[in-house]
């Protein structure tokens, strides 16, 4: 078993008795795309600010290669960084702004000049190299950051909320730029985001934090079909909530009843322990088709219908009067309007009962 | 908007865009006005009379830079205004620096003792320092207390107390203006130049000091200016024998009557401002101010 490339170790932040970031650990390979996702306040960015060196751990530890980093000055850790807001040298061109982490290190001028223009093909901004960047948009001025984050070949590029200035647009211009730009170095990357579409869509893994812990960590794919927290379901897409009681079966079965008394039965590894919990159901997911209820069937009525082009987003009332999210293809939407009566149905897997 | 009206529309809005501009200017008449009874007059005034009294010519001038005593006045005036800057420079450009990131409460405290000691009346705070600076004074004894020196030092009457005095009196005329500037420098600029991995002398030189230029320059040109003009801490702490051109035009005019070679010594005094002025203008006013939009 090789070391991990970078480990943080059972790390702990409090400023007088608030705690930031309690006990977070995680482990990220080399070359890994690993995005730290949680609400603001949720202590990702204090871990991202630990690693880069500009927040001093209460408890904890930092290893990158299996060396500890805590001890390396910012300027000694050979990290690269994007910051929220373009922290480009206002006074300098382009083209020095690039250069500024090679001209500190004192690299010969041949290298530096070649490194540049490498950086700004690898950006696409061949022609500005004598701009100030005064002179540009915020996503130019964006992707100059990272061509100066990258130029000294950093082993980590950290990156706080890039893209949180920029119109959704561009937000999903540069989301674009960024993976080539991984896939092109290898380089392994730390990104903070509170935005879950961002993270789906640029991550190899997603750290959800929520009040200073790390709630899951895992693919995209595991934290949507998978998620192991009612903060992850709810935080990772949209997510329909229905308060449950579980009771046991036996033979590898429970069953969740709702307020009304109704029950849907289930593999009972899909249902969590503990009696009283929440049953998560994405919305498209759930079907509705017109009709009246029989048996074990719920009942609903369709309150509001939204066509959204590919898809029919509908509004439904339970008996015990919760609103639920249903999507559907428009197709299947057929004989639906508002206020008529309708069957709500999922297929049990995608039941996910929390605590 | 649509073309069909741009031939009527451009007329009105091109009077439109002079209209702030035309207002602006009967707005500045009042105190045009004041300046020119007040100042340009009086400047034209003192020049005539520099090139007229007690008859025409360039006498006055000559007589002025030839003059070896002369020579020496417009030296220490230059030498203490130029140190004073210096001096002032070295230690506001932290202080400014300091109040820039200090927590606001206590850059509130800060600026309180530094505006409170800005509106101290100047004669007081002169002779403060002279009591400070005295042979028995107390910057003496606690030197001689503490071992430094066997003798008292002569702090007053030269040109160390006018510098000491002056410096304290100039420095918030440089804090105030730098600080404005390095409050508008973005911290994470100076974070990324950190992670850029540039040293802490790297990052002063390189992004910081670049920055702060506009500022540094106006308030060293607002102190070295201002120290050229001052008469009341030189006169106080300089004595007779180290004179500074604010004094030698009140001598002049006071007690010799000499009303053409004062009027010479103070346009000289003007000119070389007013070129200082335009030389900051021209290489530090406008363009790459390195302040630019963000």
């Known amino acids: 078993m090789t070391t991990p490339f970078l480990q943080i170790r059972g790390l702990r932040k409090t400023y007088d008795q608030v705690v930031a970031i309690d006990h977070v650990s995680l482990d990220i390979k080399q070359g890994e795309f690993m995005t730290f996702l949680g609400p603001s306040g949720s202590g990702k960015s204090t871990t ?32 690269g960084m994007v910051f929220q807001r373009y922290t480009l040298f206002p006074h300098l061109t382009v083209g020095e702004n690039v250069a500024f982490p090679l001209r500190v290190r004192r690299r010969p001028e041949a290298e530096i000049k070649a490194k540049v223009d490498k950086m700004l093909e690898l950006v696409h901004l061949g022609g500005y190299r004598d701009r100030l960047p005064g002179q540009m948009s915020g996503g130019q001025q964006q992707r100059v950051a990272i061509a100066r984050a990258l130029a000294y070949d950093p082993p980590l590029l950290l990156m706080d909320e890039p893209l949180s200035a920029l119109d959704k647009k561009l937000r999903e211009e540069i989301q674009f730029e960024l993976r080539r730009i991984h896939q092109e170095t290898g380089v392994t990357i730390l990104y903070v985001t509170h935005d879950q579409e961002e993270a789906l869509r640029l991550s190899d893994r997603i750290a959800v934090f929520s009040q200073g812990k790390i709630e899951q960590v895992g693919t995209g794919e595991e934290l949507y079909e998978r998620p192991t927290s009612r903060f992850v379901a709810g935080f990772i897409g949209n997510s329909n909530f229905l308060p449950v009681k579980v009771e046991k079966l036996g033979s590898g079965r429970a069953r969740a009843v709702f307020p009304n008394g109704q029950a849907v039965e289930g593999d009972a590894s899909a249902f969590a322990s503990g009696s009283d919990g929440t049953l998560m159901v994405r919305p498209e997911q759930m079907r509705i088709r017109p009709g009246t209820a029989v048996g074990q069937e719920l009942a609903v009525t369709v309150r509001d219908m939204t066509y959204l082009g590919d898809s029919m987003h509908f509004a439904v009332q339970t008996p015990w009067n919760q609103e639920l999210a249903v999507r559907m293809a428009v197709r299947d939407g057929q004989g639906l309007c508002i206020g008529s009566s309708a069957v709500l149905e999922w297929d049990t897997q995608h039941g996910h009962v929390f605590a | 908007m649509s073309t069909a009206l741009s031939s009527t529309t451009v007329p009105v809005r091109r009077r439109f865009k002079l209209g702030p501009g035309a207002r602006g200017i009967k707005l500045l008449i009042p105190v045009l006005l004041l300046l020119a009874v007040f100042f340009l007059v009086p400047v034209l005034a003192l020049l005539l009379r520099s090139i007229m009294e007690p008859v025409p010519g360039l006498q006055n001038y000559v007589e002025l830079l030839g003059s070896q005593t002369y020579v020496r006045v417009f030296f220490n005036t230059f030498m203490v205004a130029g140190v004073v800057t210096l001096i002032t420079l070295l230690v506001g450009f932290p202080t400014a620096w300091l109040l820039a990131i200090m927590p606001k409460r206590w850059s ?18 002169t002779y403060a320092w002279m009591v400070l600076l005295q042979q028995t004074g107390l910057v003496n004894r606690v030197l001689m207390a503490i071992g430094v020196i066997d003798e008292p030092l002569t702090l007053v009457n030269n040109l160390i107390g006018v510098t000491i005095g002056m410096t304290y009196i100039m420095l918030p005329f440089l804090v105030l203006p730098l600080h404005a500037t390095l409050r508008a420098i973005d911290p994470s600029t100076l974070r990324a130049a950190a992670i850029c991995g540039a040293s802490r002398w790297q990052a002063l030189r390189l992004v910081l000091l670049p920055l702060a230029l506009p500022g540094i320059a106006s308030g060293a040109l607002m102190v070295f200016v201002m120290s050229l003009g001052y008469y009341v801490t030189p006169a106080l702490l300089g004595g007779t024998g180290y004179m500074m051109l604010a004094e030698l035009i009140a001598q002049l005019v006071q007690s010799l009557l000499n009303w053409g070679l004062a009027g010479a010594a103070a346009f000289v005094l003007l000119v070389v401002t007013l070129g200082l002025y335009a030389v900051q203008l021209r290489y530090l006013g406008g363009g790459r101010s390195g302040m630019g939009d963000r």
């Not at chain 1, 530890?61 to 050979?78: E, F, H, I, T, Y």
């Not at chain 2, 800060?110 to 100047?122: E, Q, R, V």
């Open chain 2, 108 to 125: 509130q405290v800060m600026f309180a003792i530094l505006l409170l000691s800005m509106w101290t009346n100047l004669l007081a705070r």
């Open chain 1, 48 to 79: 991202l600010y630990i690693v880069a060196g500009f927040q001093e751990p209460t408890e904890g530890q930092v290893l990158l290669n299996g060396k500890s980093l805590l001890d390396v000055a910012p300027n000694q850790r050979n990290i």
